[in-house]
């Protein structure tokens, strides 16, 4: 199952009263299906962009109290530039998104507080890389760094 914050406030938004930015609502909402789905026998990914380290713990401790293994992936761009242009390129496979706001640009997403990782998590860093590498390190990544 893949649980895609994005996705979960876009469904928030459009129900009518949430408006963007809807808040930890999309993350809370979230949770719920990443705990219970592992009790089901079913794997979960969750995805987010840049956030805050509440929602970290909260998703780890789904996995805890589900009683599955876990671990945690960053994605980065380590070249500016080439982080600048994906950002530039960037295209949108959520319905109704980005309304009713745009997508944030680059000044936005420079300018944006980002919550460094406090514990060991896998990077994975896609500057540089072949579309089908960071996705092979992962899955050698995670072969190797399971918690449980």
Do not use: F
Not at 99 to 111: F, H, I, K, N, Y
Not at 124 to 143: H, K, N, S, Y
Request: hydrophobic share 40%.
């Amino acid at each position: 199952m893949h649980v895609r914050v994005g996705t979960i406030e876009q469904a928030l938004v459009r129900s009518g009263p949430a408006r963007p930015p809807v808040g930890p609502a999309g993350y809370v909402v979230g949770c719920a299906p990443a705990e219970e789905h592992p009790r089901q026998g079913l794997a979960v990914i969750a995805e987010s962009v840049n956030p805050p380290a509440v929602t970290w713990d909260a998703l780890r401790d789904a996995a805890v109290r589900a009683g599955v293994p876990w671990a945690e992936v960053e994605v980065i761009c380590s070249d500016p530039a080439e982080h600048r242009r994906c950002v530039a390129s960037r295209s949108v496979d959520i319905p109704d998104l980005p309304l009713p706001l745009p997508l944030p640009g680059w000044a936005d997403v420079a300018a944006r507080e980002y919550e460094s990782w406090n514990r060991e998590r896998i990077v994975v860093d896609t500057a540089g890389a072949d579309p089908e590498e960071p996705p092979a390190a992962l899955r050698r990544a995670l072969v190797t760094d399971r918690h449980a």
